[in-house]
T-cell receptor, first 110, second 112 residues
Framework: EDQVTQSPEALRLQEGESSSLNCSYT??????LFWYRQDPGKGPEFLFT???AGEEKEKERLKATLTKKESFLHITAPKPEDSATYLC???????????FGTGTRLTIIP | EAQVTQNPRYLITVTGKKLTVTCSQN?????MSWYRQDPGLGLRQIYY???????DKGDVPEGYKVSRKEKRNFPLILESPSPNQTSLYFC???????????FGSGTRLTVV
């Protein structure tokens, strides 16, 4: 059974204070690992897809990296508008099942 | 605007009264999926569809039905809702396995 564990559950940072969110996963065959951002009362918003160990992707202040067992979402010099819950999910080869972690709730304090 | 549209946004119903939550996408996507989101449990997949007339169970399909008669629509049917189906529901679609899902705005369902 595929499993995704995200840590920490919640993170409070000062504006400009860089940090990383962790996503550990167990999957029999990884088709892709996804990062999403979710604002309160809204649906998740797609950020990145990573496919193989060593891959990195960037978008503004966010950079996602992937190893064989975990993924990191690095946030550089965050701003208050980066406050949200960040979700990680894995897709297994052979089916369309997508398994999500429970997310990291990020708060950036001005 | 490219989007996934769910209706209704909010619904309060009574145990056992059949209901349907509609989902429509205007992006010509092949794949569609339904999720429920509960505190502490995260997003869990209910059903998914890889094409018209092709549907399969996700991790929590019990008590739900779906159909995919047209590419754009993927309704979620609760034939006899129970209080444990009180949740926030999301419909999503994507073009293929190399793409991320686009999610709808959600339907908050309360079953009393």
């Amino acid at each position: 059974e595929d499993q995704v564990t995200q840590s920490p559950e919640a993170l409070r940072l000062q504006e400009g204070e860089s940090s990383s969110l962790n996503c550990s996963y167990t999957v029999s065959g990884l088709r892709g690992l996804f990062w999403y951002r979710q604002d309160p009362g809204k649906g998740p918003e797609f950020l990145f897809t990573l496919y193989s160990a060593g891959e990195e992707k960037e978008k503004e202040r966010l950079k996602a990296t992937l190893t064989k067992k975990e993924s990191f979402l690095h946030i550089t010099a965050p701003k208050p508008e980066d406050s949200a819950t960040y979700l990680c999910a894995v897709n297994n080869f052979g089916n369309e099942k997508l398994t999500f972690g429970t997310g990291t709730r990020l708060t950036i304090i001005p | 605007e490219a989007q996934v549209t769910q209706n209704p946004r909010y619904l309060i119903t009574v145990t056992g009264k059949k209901l349907t939550v509609t989902c429509s996408q205007n992006m010509n996507h092949e794949y569609m999926s339904w999720y429920r989101q509960d505190p502490g449990l995260g997003l869990r997949q209910i059903y998914y569809s890889m094409n018209v007339e092709v549907t399969d169970k996700g991790d929590v399909p019990e008590g739900y039905k779906v159909s995919r008669k047209e590419k754009r629509n993927f309704p979620l049917i609760l034939e006899s809702p129970s209080p444990n189906q009180t949740s926030l529901y999301f419909c999503a679609s994507r073009q293929g396995t190399d793409y991320g899902y686009t999610f709808g705005s959600g339907t908050r369902l309360t079953v009393v």
